[in-house]
């Protein structure tokens, strides 16, 4: 894949840079994990108007006490209503947030999305966040969530062999580790995943990350103090579970049919394409889209006052995707 960058951002795109800089936001970099959590809370955390016809707010059981989760169903028939052919795909999806902020309430909006635009029911995940529980808990989490739902299908007219993983950013990176650990457990299947512009390894040296890592919504220095906080470890940065790029062919090679979206402006998109670029050397279907004139997060710009009309392409073409890869 070789991911590409517009002249200059989409006017949209740059207009949300442009109010940011206004509001003179903090580098999260600048404040503690919980000063950032409130920061963000308070910018991204509303109830979107998006409508679903069943959002279900529960907790399940995980390996390190409950686990929040929110099921969107665009279509709440009960499953004796359906026909054996009309079972649907599920998607698990695991919010962005750098493993140390984001929420289930800030990706809202995104999860109604691609409910309604699929047609698929969406479970998204509050998983655990670092520092105070660094990696792997989290991941942990994720897995806990899948078995969850593969336990749960009947409930939610899906199907145990279609269950898709899906995440922004940081929560890309939990899904795709995701695959890999289900693989190593020999646990639920997983036909399909879906990471928005995913940190998949060290994209330190990378052209895009040298090139945007400052006054592109995500900065190169908001990065370090994430992977500051999320490991606990040196040693714990080179683990395949969190920099899955570094999987052997072997590993890859097991894992299920991907669709990775890369944004032009983001510092992390050249680490995107090059996990696609392993992922396909290793005999998975890649479905790389690239969106030139984008920024980091800007999938999950659906509503005003931050919408932009290529982050409901960018789910149009999701939807595409996966409707192509079941049917």
Request: charged share 25%; with cysteine.
């Amino acid at each position: 894949m070789t991911p590409t960058a517009a002249d200059e951002p989409h006017p949209e795109a740059q207009a949300v840079l442009d109010a940011l800089e206004a509001m003179d936001v903090p580098s999260l970099a600048d404040l503690t994990p919980e000063r950032a959590r409130e920061t963000m809370a308070a910018m991204f955390d509303r109830d979107s108007d998006i409508a679903v016809a069943r959002v279900e707010d529960r907790r399940i059981d995980g390996p390190a006490g409950e686990i929040p989760i929110r099921i969107y169903d665009p279509d709440p028939g009960s499953d004796s209503d359906r026909a054996d052919d009309e079972s649907r795909p599920t998607i698990c999806y695991f919010h962005g947030g750098g493993w140390v902020v984001g929420s289930i309430d800030a990706d809202d909006a995104t999860c109604r999305k691609l409910a309604t635009e699929t047609g698929y029911p969406v479970v998204s995940v509050g998983y655990r966040l670092a520092p105070e529980h660094p990696f792997p808990a989290g991941l942990e989490d994720c897995y806990a969530a899948l078995e969850w739902a593969a336990d749960s299908v009947d409930d939610l007219g899906g199907d145990r062999d279609r269950i898709v993983l899906a995440g922004e950013s940081a929560g890309g990176t939990l899904a795709t580790a995701t695959c890999l650990l289900t693989n190593r457990r020999d646990g639920p299947p997983v036909a399909y995943q879906v990471l928005f512009y995913p940190a998949t390894g060290d994209a330190t040296g990378t052209d895009s990350y040298e090139a945007y890592g400052d006054g592109y919504l995500l900065s190169t220095e908001e990065s370090e103090w994430f992977r500051t906080h999320y490991f606990e470890r040196e040693i714990d940065e080179a683990n395949v579970f969190a920099a899955p790029r570094l999987a052997s062919d072997r590993l890859l090679s097991d894992l299920p049919p991907a669709t990775i979206v890369t944004a032009g402006f983001d510092p992390l998109r050249d680490d995107g394409a090059a996990y696609a670029d392993r992922l396909a050397e290793a005999g998975v279907s890649v479905s790389d889209r690239n969106y030139p004139d984008m920024i980091h997060g800007f999938a999950g710009m659906l509503e005003p006052p931050v919408e932009l009309e290529v982050a409901h392409e960018a789910h149009a073409d999701l939807a595409a995707d996966l409707h192509e890869a079941f049917e």
